[in-house]
Antibody, heavy 122, light 106 residues
């Protein structure tokens, strides 16, 4: 069974930084694209960022562009999200998710971690 | 950015009911449309990808349809474990936006 375990969530002040990690196991991590999705308290799911299998291609939501950076270490089976200049509205549960591609190349998140909680508060 | 609009935002249904949730994209998304189920305190679960393909392990009472900009998730014969929030998501063009969610309640 594919396993994704997030860590690094914490309470941080506005303007602070945090680095989230996602450790993958039971699949060949280097073969899969990955992304981060978050959910603010009482709100819906929000896609945050994408990274290709090699790490050479990255995309971000407008709300985090320039503040967050996604990266991966395929040798360590790990995905990261460096979050800088954090805002109160960045508060929420952050999920890492593995992407698969359908026959028409449509990407979809087929496995998710349980999430890690980030709280940004004065 | 592509906007995804789901309707309704919530609905009440009974076990055994047929439930339909719609999702409209602000521009054509070439069927790059996925549906997820999310229960409180749990990880989201992929139900349907590519608008109509059933994810492995998902019960056949779930189905997806549509093309272009208009898509539908249908649950035939709602089961107790299906009470949750459902999201559509387009993965055609970054940012990969979600709909606002549809909460299915008893």
């Amino acid at each position: 069974e594919v396993q994704l375990v997030e860590s690094g969530g914490d309470l941080v002040q506005p303007g602070g930084s945090l680095r989230l990690s996602c450790t993958a196991s039971r699949f060949t991590f280097s073969n899969f694209e990955m992304n981060w999705v978050r959910q603010a308290p009482g709100k819906g799911l929000e896609w945050v960022s994408y990274i290709s299998a090699s790490g050479g291609s990255k995309f971000y939501a407008d709300s985090v562009q320039g503040r967050f950076m996604i990266s991966r270490d395929n040798a360590r089976n790990s995905l990261y999200l460096q979050m800088n200049n954090l805002r109160v509205e960045d508060t929420g549960i952050y999920y890492c998710a593995r992407l698969t591609r359908g026959s028409d190349y449509c990407p979809a998140a087929d496995h998710w971690g349980q999430g890690t909680l980030v709280t940004v508060s004065p | 950015d592509i906007q995804m609009t789901q309707s309704p935002s919530s609905l009440s249904a009974s076990v055994g009911d047929r439930v339909t949730i719609t999702c409209r994209a602000s521009q054509t998304i070439n069927n790059y449309l996925n549906w997820y189920q999310h229960k409180i305190g749990k990880a989201p679960n992929l139900l349907i990808y590519s608008a109509s393909s059933l994810q492995s392990g998902v019960p056949s009472r779930f189905s997806g349809s549509g093309s272009g900009t208009d898509f539908t998730l249908t649950i035939t014969s709602l089961q107790p474990e299906d009470f949750a929030t459902y999201y559509c998501q387009q993965s055609y063009d970054a940012p990969w936006t979600f709909g606002q969610g549809t909460k299915v309640e008893i």
